[in-house]
Nanobody
Framework: QVQLVESGGGLVQAGGSLRLSCEVSGGTFSSTAMGWFRQAPGKEREFVATIRWNNGGTYYADPVKGRFTISSNNAKNTVYLQMNSLKPEDTAVYYC??????????????????WGQGTLVTVSS
């Protein structure tokens, strides 16, 4: 049974930084990409960023471009999300997910079949 465990969430002031981690373990699940998604209170879950294992290709949602960076350590089966210049509107539960998305749907959460439990990020103004 594959498990994804996020860590690194917390409370930060606007303009600050946080780094989220997601460790993948267990099972024989073979993913081609790892993504970060977030769900703010009262809103639907939305795409944040994705990285492909094979070539390190990265994809970002427009609201986080230039502020967030997704990276991976393949040897550790770990994916990171470095979040800089945080804004109150970044407040959400952040989830990592693993899947085998086709390139044209790499931002579609339906392409991801394994999910972590989420970690809360709160940005105060």
């Amino acid at each position: 049974q594959v498990q994804l465990v996020e860590s690194g969430g917390g409370l930060v002031q606007a303009g600050g930084s946080l780094r989220l981690s997601c460790e993948v373990s267990g099972g024989t699940f073979s993913s081609t990409a790892m993504g970060w998604f977030r769900q703010a209170p009262g809103k639907e879950r939305e795409f944040v960023a994705t990285i492909r294992w094979n070539n390190g290709g990265t994809y970002y949602a427009d609201p986080v471009k230039g502020r967030f960076t997704i990276s991976s350590n393949n040897a550790k089966n770990t994916v990171y999300l470095q979040m800089n210049s945080l804004k109150p509107e970044d407040t959400a539960v952040y989830y990592c997910a693993a899947g085998r998305p086709i390139l044209s749907a790499i931002r579609d959460q339906r392409m991801y079949t394994a999910w972590g439990q989420g970690t809360l990020v709160t940005v105060s103004s």
